[in-house]
């Protein structure tokens, strides 16, 4: 399902929803950790396994992200720690990468994949071209001042998808269609016409607001509106 009420206010309403995120610890678990372990991963400081378990690769890799931005170096990831990663307040910074050897602090192939495991999460069974229109409305996110900037943050942006927050993200593996669908999305292809939100409406929807967007199109068994 990939809508989120909470954007409808704008990105005032987003920044809101950022500023409650808690604060992670050694023994933390769950979408929050995955995050960060995703966000310090790309950024060159985490190698470990993106699993959503505060450990101690965990720990040490905030710790090293602490100490070179200038932040206290305790090794929790609150209030402080969440905005230098660029997730705390809606607000970009510009944070400085490890410099390491080895892992390079952006990779393409991650994105790729990220955006294969959502859609092969959110869209499994659906045509090759309803698998496209998910990632691209993930893309279309990534543009829209309503949402984060970056691909893994409006993946992991709170209740925005449910497989995300259920974890079926972690637990499905792409097959060739969702990969060919996320490779195509990331090179600009979009069937949607840049729609933001997409739901399938022949299942029980909690949100009552997510009908008062303006429906598009309608791809296989979603339908997908701005």
């Given at each position: 399902?990939?809508?989120?009420?909470g954007?409808?206010?704008?990105?005032?309403?987003?920044?809101?929803?950022?500023?409650?995120?808690?604060?992670?610890?050694?023994?933390?678990?769950?979408?929050?950790?995955?995050?960060?372990?995703?966000?310090?991963?790309e950024?060159?400081?985490?190698?470990?396994?993106?699993?959503?378990?505060?450990?101690?690769?965990?720990?040490q890799?905030?710790?090293?992200?602490?100490?070179?931005?200038?932040l206290r170096?305790?090794?929790?990831?609150?209030?402080?720690?969440?905005?230098?990663?660029?997730?705390?307040t809606?607000?970009?910074?510009?944070?400085?990468?490890q410099?390491?050897?080895?892992?390079?602090?952006?990779s393409?192939?991650?994105d790729?994949?990220?955006?294969?495991r959502v859609?092969?999460?959110?869209?499994?069974?659906?045509?090759?071209?309803?698998?496209?229109?998910?990632?691209?409305?993930?893309?279309?996110r990534?543009?829209?001042?309503?949402f984060?900037?970056?691909?893994?943050g409006?993946?992991?942006?709170?209740?925005?998808?449910?497989s995300?927050?259920?974890?079926?993200?972690?637990?499905?593996?792409?097959?060739?269609?969702?990969?060919?669908?996320?490779?195509d999305?990331?090179?600009?292809?979009?069937?949607?016409?840049?729609c933001?939100?997409?739901w399938?409406?022949?299942?029980?929807?909690?949100?009552?607001?997510?009908?008062?967007r303006?429906?598009?199109?309608?791809?296989?068994?979603?339908?997908?509106?701005?």
């Amino acid at each position: 399902m990939g809508f989120n009420p909470g954007t409808g206010g704008g990105s005032g309403t987003v920044s809101a929803q950022a500023q409650g995120r808690p604060t992670l610890y050694w023994g933390s678990r769950g979408a929050n950790v995955r995050l960060v372990q995703w966000k310090l991963q790309e950024w060159g400081y985490y190698r470990g396994a993106i699993d959503g378990i505060f450990g101690n690769a965990t720990a040490q890799a905030v710790r090293q992200f602490q100490a070179r931005n200038g932040l206290r170096v305790d090794g929790l990831v609150g209030p402080a720690t969440w905005r230098a990663l660029g997730l705390g307040t809606g607000q970009t910074t510009t944070p400085r990468t490890q410099q390491v050897t080895y892992r390079a602090p952006v990779s393409t192939n991650n994105d790729l994949n990220l955006l294969a495991r959502v859609i092969a999460a959110e869209a499994e069974g659906e045509p090759y071209k309803g698998q496209a229109a998910v990632g691209a409305v993930i893309m279309n996110r990534v543009r829209s001042p309503q949402f984060p900037n970056s691909l893994s943050g409006v993946i992991y942006q709170p209740h925005a998808f449910e497989s995300v927050t259920n974890g079926l993200i972690w637990r499905r593996t792409p097959d060739q269609t969702a990969i060919s669908a996320a490779r195509d999305a990331l090179n600009g292809y979009d069937p949607t016409y840049g729609c933001l939100f997409f739901w399938n409406p022949s299942k029980p929807i909690s949100s009552k607001w997510i009908w008062s967007r303006p429906i598009v199109t309608q791809i296989g068994s979603h339908v997908f509106a701005r």
